[in-house]
C-alpha cells in the first residue's frame, strides 16, 4: 500500500522555469492549484508526503508549509538516501513509496519505489524506466494526475471523493 508521496520540484511541481528579480533573494516558480489541492487531499486520508529538491528555494519552502507538505528536504544531491531516511523514520519500504522525477538526479530514487512516475515532458531516459509517463506536462498539473492514478489503484476514490463531497 502506498503511503508516502515523493515530488521533485523543478520540472514536476513547476514547470522547470525559474524567475528572477531585482534583488539576489528573489526567485519565482509557478505551482498548479490542481496539484496543491490532490496534495491536501491525499494528506487528509492520513498519508504523507515529501519534497526531495537538488536546488534550494525559499519559494518552495513556502509552498510546502502551506500544502502541510510532511518532509521538505532541499539542495540534495542523494535523493535516495534522504528518502531512505524518511522510511526508516515511518517504519515504511520503499515499496510504500510512489514518486515522481524528470531528470537524472531522480533516476536512482524512481528505480527503488513502489510506483515511479515521470511528467510527460520528462527526458527520456527517465521515461524509459518510469512505471508511468503522465500525460500532463510538469508544472501543468501532472502531480494531480499521479496522485488521481495512485488513489484509484490504491482504491480510494471513493474516501478521496468525500473529503471534499
Not at 500544502?67 to 526508516?88: A, C, M, P, R, S
Not at 522525477?101 to 515521470?118: E, K, Y
Not at 476514490?157 to 463531497?165: C, G, T
Request: with cysteine; hydrophobic share 45%.
Amino acid at each position: 500500500m502506498i503511503e508516502l508521496l515523493v515530488f521533485d520540484v523543478d520540472g514536476c511541481l513547476t514547470d522547470g522555469g525559474i524567475q528572477y528579480g531585482n534583488s539576489d533573494n528573489e526567485e519565482f516558480k509557478t505551482f498548479n492549484v490542481k496539484d496543491g489541492f490532490a496534495i491536501v487531499s491525499w494528506m487528509k486520508l492520513g498519508k504523507k508526503s515529501a519534497i526531495i529538491t537538488g536546488r534550494a528555494s525559499r519559494v518552495v519552502e513556502r509552498r510546502a508549509k502551506e500544502l502541510g507538505i510532511t518532509y521538505l528536504f532541499q539542495d540534495v544531491k542523494n535523493k535516495k538516501q534522504v528518502l531512505e531516511g524518511i522510511l526508516e523514520k515511518e517504519g515504511l519500504t520503499f515499496q510504500n513509496v510512489a514518486a515522481i522525477g524528470d531528470d537524472l538526479n531522480d533516476l536512482t530514487l524512481l528505480r527503488s519505489v513502489g510506483m515511479s512516475f515521470a511528467p510527460a515532458d520528462a527526458i527520456k531516459q527517465v521515461c524509459d524506466e518510469v512505471n508511468i509517463v503522465l500525460r500532463k506536462d510538469g508544472g501543468k498539473a501532472a502531480v494531480r494526475e499521479m496522485i488521481d492514478i495512485v488513489v484509484e489503484k490504491e482504491n480510494l476514490s471513493e474516501e478521496f471523493i468525500k473529503l471534499w463531497v
